[in-house]
C-alpha cells in the first residue's frame, strides 16, 4: 500500500535504480542494471524516490502556478477588453518571473503587534494542503504518486486544513480587517463544505469506490453529465472554498484591503497568491477527476493531453466567472450555501440514492438512463429553487448580516 | 520485504508520536487561548498520523475531516470572537484543580487498561508465518464475499495467499466499516443519528433569539 506508487513506470525505474535487484518490487533490476544499495537498504531507495517525486510535484506545481497567473491575467484582461501583461517576454510570458523576482526583493515586513510564530505560519500552512491534494491526482492512465482507498475524503480533509491559513493570518495580524477576512474565511468554509461532501456522495454511490483511480476508471459516461447537480454543487463549492470570485470577499479589497493578508508583503504575500492560485489548480484538477472522466479520452491522443484539456476548459470555466461575475456579498453567500446548494444536495443525494439502488452497478447505458433522469430532476430543481428563493419583481435586497460579517453600512451607497 | 516493516515507520512512528504529545502538553500549558486551540489542532493532527501509521487510513482522513476541519476550527472561530485573549483565562479554585487531576488520572488508567487487555497481533508476523491470523483473516473475507452479497467485492477467493488476505483487510478499511454500519450495528448508528439530529434541533433552539422575527 505505502510503496504503491511504484507500479508506475516512471517512479519505479527511479526506485530500482537505487534499490537491490533483490527486493520484490525490482525483479531483474533497474533500467541500467542491478541497483545501487545493497539488499536490505531498500528504505533508502524507498526515502530518495520519494524525495524525487516530492521535488518533482512540488516543481510542477509552481511552474503551472506561474503559467497559469499569467493565462489567467491575460484572459481577465480580455474579459474586460484590456491587453493584459504584454511587456516582457512573448506575449508578455515572462511576466510571472518579474513578478516573483519583484515579490523576492521586496522589504518583509512584520507588524510589531503581530503575533510572530501565528503570522509567519500562516503562508506556509496555505501551500502545504494544496501541494498534498496532488498527490492522489491520476494525472494520466499510470500516473498517481499514491491510490488511496479514501482518495475523495481524503481531498476534502485536506483541503478543510487550508482555513486554517486564512484564520492564522488573520489572528496573527492583529488587525481589525484581517481578522474580518478571516471570520469570513472560515464563514465560508463552514457554508460551503456541507454541500459540497453531500454532492460528491452522488458520485460515490454510483462507483462504490473512494480511490480516485477507481473514480476514473468507473467513469465511463463522465459523471459530469451523470450528476448535473452534483457537478454544479461541486463547481460553485469549490470556487467558494478556494476563495476566488465572486465569491472572494475574504479578501476584498474594497471593503477589506486585502483581507486576512492585509499586513503581509514581498515573498509571504507571494505564498498566499501562490498558494490561492494553486488551490484553484488543485480543485480544476479534482473537478476533472471526479467529474469530466480524468485522463480518459479517445485514443488519437496520449492520456495526460487529455486529462491537460479538460484541466484548461475547467481553469477557463473558473477564469469566466471570475472576469464576469461581481463579488457578492457575505449574507447573500451563506444564504446561498444553506438555503440554495445545500437543499440541492440533499435532493441529488436522494435521487441518487434511488437510481443505485435500482442499478447496484451501473453499465453504460443505465448510466445514460440516469444522467437522462438526473438531468430532469436538476433543470426542475433549480428552476424551483429559483422561483422561491430569488426575488420578486421591484424587490430590493438588504443586507441581513450580522455586524461581525459586515463592515459598518455607509449612508449614501446604493 | 514492503516498507512496512523497515526502521521508517519506527521513525516516523517517533516523529509522530512526540509531536502529538508536545502538542498536548501545549494545548494545557500555554496561557494564550488561540495558541493552545491551534495546537490542539496539531495535535488531532499527529493523531491522525498514528491511525496512518496503524494503516487507517480511513480513520486518519475522518480525524482530519472533523477533529481538524471541523471542530478546531469552530472552536479557534469562537476564540476570536473573545476579547482579551492573549490575557489567558482565569484559574478556578482547587476543586478545578481536583477534579481535573482526577479525571485525567481515571482516564490514563482506563486506557493503560484496555491497551494491556487488547490482544495485540502483529499483522507482520501474520504475513510472515502465522497460518491462524492469516486464515483468520481469510475466512473474514470468505464469509463476507459469499454470493448473492451483492457490492462487495470478491478478495480474498479460497485460493487467496496469506499477503493477499493482509492486503485485503486494510485495502478496504472504509466498505468494511460502512457494512459494519448499516448490518451489524445498524441500531445502534441509527440511533446516533437521531441523537445527533435532536442535539442540532436544541442547538437551534437554544440559540434562536427570543422574540426576533422568523
Request: proline letters at 4%.
Amino acid at each position: 500500500m505505502t510503496d504503491a506508487f511504484l507500479e508506475n513506470a516512471f517512479f519505479r525505474n527511479i526506485y530500482c535504480n537505487l534499490a537491490s535487484s533483490a527486493s520484490p518490487r525490482c525483479a531483474g533490476g533497474g533500467p541500467f542494471g542491478d541497483g545501487m544499495f545493497p539488499a536490505g537498504m531498500e528504505w533508502l531507495a524507498f526515502l530518495i524516490t520519494a524525495f524525487v517525486i516530492i521535488f518533482l510535484v512540488v516543481n510542477a506545481a509552481l511552474l503551472a502556478v506561474n503559467i497559469y497567473i499569467w493565462g489567467e491575467r491575460r484572459l481577465v484582461a480580455r474579459l474586460q477588453a484590456r491587453l493584459g501583461p504584454n511587456r516582457w517576454g512573448p506575449y508578455g510570458l515572462l511576466t510571472p518571473i518579474a513578478d516573483l523576482i519583484k515579490i523576492l526583493t521586496k522589504e518583509d515586513i512584520v507588524p510589531a503587534a503581530a503575533d510572530r510564530l501565528v503570522f509567519n505560519l500562516a503562508p506556509v500552512l496555505i501551500v502545504v494542503p494544496v501541494l498534498l491534494v496532488f498527490a492522489v491526482i491520476p494525472f494520466a492512465s499510470s500516473t498517481w504518486v499514491a491510490d488511496l482507498n479514501v482518495g475523495v475524503l481524503y481531498i476534502i480533509a485536506v483541503l478543510s486544513v487550508g482555513s486554517y491559513s486564512a484564520v492564522m493570518a488573520g489572528w496573527g495580524s492583529q488587525n481589525r480587517y484581517a481578522m474580518l477576512g478571516a471570520f469570513r474565511a472560515v464563514a465560508l468554509l463552514v457554508s460551503y463544505e456541507l454541500p459540497m461532501v453531500l454532492a460528491l456522495i452522488g458520485v460515490l454511490m454510483i462507483t462504490g469506490s473512494m480511490s480516485l483511480v477507481d473514480v476514473v476508471h468507473d467513469q465511463n459516461v463522465p459523471f459530469a453529465l451523470v450528476q448535473p447537480l452534483g457537478f454544479l454543487i461541486f463547481l460553485i463549492g469549490s470556487v467558494a472554498e478556494i476563495q476566488r470570485p465572486p465569491f472572494d470577499l475574504a479578501e476584498a479589497e474594497s471593503e477589506l484591503i486585502g483581507g486576512y493578508h492585509t499586513d503581509y508583503s514581498g515573498i509571504k504575500w507571494g505564498l498566499f497568491q501562490a498558494g490561492e492560485f494553486m488551490a484553484t489548480i488543485a480543485s480544476a484538477a479534482i473537478i476533472t477527476t471526479l467529474f469530466l472522466s480524468g485522463w480518459r479520452g479517445w485514443g488519437f491522443l496520449p492520456s495526460h493531453i487529455w486529462f491537460l484539456i479538460k484541466l484548461v476548459a475547467v481553469l477557463f470555466a473558473m477564469t469566466w466567472l471570475r472576469g464576469t461575475l461581481p463579488r457578492l456579498r457575505i449574507d447573500q453567500v451563506t444564504a446561498f450555501a444553506w438555503k440554495g446548494l445545500l437543499p440541492l444536495a440533499a435532493l441529488n443525494l436522494v435521487v441518487s440514492g434511488v437510481l443505485s439502488f435500482i442499478w447496484p452497478a451501473p453499465g453504460v447505458a443505465e448510466l445514460w438512463v440516469m444522467a437522462i433522469v438526473n438531468l430532469a430532476v436538476a433543470a426542475v430543481s433549480i428552476f424551483t429553487l429559483g422561483l422561491l428563493l430569488g426575488p420578486r419583481p421591484g424587490e430590493r435586497t438588504t443586507p441581513a448580516g450580522s455586524a461581525v460579517f459586515m463592515p459598518a453600512k455607509r449612508e449614501g451607497t446604493a | 520485504m514492503s516498507i512496512e516493516g523497515s526502521a521508517v515507520v519506527d521513525v516516523a512512528f517517533w516523529i509522530v508520536a512526540v509531536m502529538a504529545i508536545a502538542a498536548a502538553l501545549l494545548v494545557v500549558t500555554v496561557r494564550d487561548v488561540f495558541k493552545a486551540a491551534a495546537f490542539l489542532a496539531a495535535a488531532f493532527l499527529a493523531t491522525a498520523g498514528l491511525f496512518v501509521l496503524l494503516r487507517a487510513e480511513f480513520l486518519a482522513v475522518v480525524q482530519v475531516l472533523i477533529y481538524v476541519g471541523a471542530v478546531s476550527i469552530l472552536i479557534i472561530f469562537t476564540v476570536m470572537l473573545v476579547r482579551n485573549v492573549p490575557g489567558g483565562n482565569r484559574t478556578g479554585g482547587p476543586f478545578y484543580v481536583f477534579a481535573g487531576a482526577a479525571a485525567a488520572v481515571l482516564l490514563a488508567l482506563g486506557i493503560v487498561y484496555a491497551a494491556f487487555k487488547t490482544d495485540w497481533t502483529d499483522l507482520d508476523q501474520a504475513a510472515a508465518g502465522d497460518d491462524r491470523v492469516a486464515a483468520a483473516l481469510t475466512g473474514q473475507y470468505q464469509a463476507e464475499a459469499a454470493p448473492g452479497d451483492g457490492g462487495i467485492e470478491l478478495i480474498g477467493g479460497p485460493a487467496a495467499d496469506q499477503e493477499t488476505a493482509r492486503q485485503g483487510v486494510f485495502r478496504r478499511t472504509a466498505n468494511n466499516l460502512g457494512t459494519l454500519f448499516i448490518r451489524d450495528y445498524v441500531l445502534a448508528f441509527e440511533v446516533i443519528s437521531v441523537v445527533l439530529l435532536a442535539a442540532l434541533i436544541g442547538a437551534l433552539a437554544l440559540a434562536r433569539e427570543r422574540g426576533a422575527e422568523t
